[in-house]
């Protein structure tokens, strides 16, 4: 074995340049493979974990928080439930997501609206589904928003702008009712920023096309809530979600 080493590293073997660049190529793998090795084994994995379960339970707790300051103005059945339920249950089958942990809530009023809460509450406002003109425009609405809720924007969005202090105060109720008044202004109302709004919509893209949904009817929508036009009523959602018309540009990109 030592024979074969000296081989390799003797002055006549290593006089090869291709040797050479081999026997290089070969330490600096070793050199790489040592240094991940020592970086990974010195990751407190429980601490990670730990931190992951922790902000599970936040998530869940100010969820359920923000969700009893309003349920009394929910419809948790009818048509516009079932209509709706039944859109969220078929994308959620296409792409492998859990059905059962989104929570489907219906708002009374006529606000063009829809939006994702912590713990993967989704609101819907019966305004926005009288604004859309077919199932696939409100199809379109739903997919965003679950991509919102999947790729964790929700929360990203609420720590950024309070940070954890303030809501960890709201779960053990030394914020006070003042504060989830704001969260839940936050979440109906504020935008998400650029780059996480285009990651929902790129995702959005792609639920709808693996439930064969063409997602030119999101795109339409968006087009016309930019015109602002006056016939779909109060428009909040415009406010969430800025720049309408150059996302429908780009929604279309997506789908072909």
């Known amino acids: 074995m030592f024979h074969g080493i ?65 349920k009394e103005q929910s419809v948790e ?10 859109l969220v249950t078929a994308l959620c089958k296409s792409n492998g997501i859990n059905r059962k942990k989104i929570k489907v809530h219906i708002m009374g009023d006529n606000e063009v609206n829809a939006f994702a809460m912590p713990d993967n509450h989704l609101v819907v406002h019966t305004g926005l589904i009288n604004a859309v003109k077919n199932n696939d425009e409100l199809s379109g609405v739903l997919a965003h928003e679950i991509a919102h809720m999947e790729l964790s924007h929700v929360m990203k969005k609420l720590l950024k702008q309070l940070g954890y202090t303030v809501l960890i105060n709201l779960t053990t109720g030394e914020a006070g009712g003042e504060a989830i008044k704001q969260v839940l202004g936050m ?16 995702k959005a893209v792609e639920y709808l096309k693996k439930t064969g949904i ?3 009817g999101f795109a ?6 930019g015109e602002k036009d006056g016939a779909l009523g109060n428009l909040s959602w415009i406010s969430t ?14 789908a072909k």
């Open 6 to 70: 000296f081989m390799v590293l003797s002055p006549k073997s290593c006089a090869n340049p291709d040797m050479k660049k081999t026997l290089v190529q070969a330490i600096v793998l070793l050199l790489l493979i040592t240094g991940v090795y020592l970086l990974v084994s010195r990751v407190d994995w429980m601490k990670l974990f730990r931190i992951e379960k922790m902000s599970d339970a936040l998530e869940k707790k100010v969820g359920d928080i923000v969700w009893e300051g309003m």
């Open 77 to 86: 059945a009818g048509s516009e439930y079932n209509r709706v339920d039944s």
């Open 187 to 202: 979440l109906s109302s504020t935008a998400y920023d650029r780059k996480l709004e285009k990651d929902a919509d790129v």
């Open 214 to 216: 063409s997602a030119n």
């Open 220 to 225: 339409d929508f968006l087009y016309r809530l």
């Open 241 to 254: 979600h800025p720049d309408s018309r150059e996302r429908a540009k780009y929604i279309r990109e997506e």
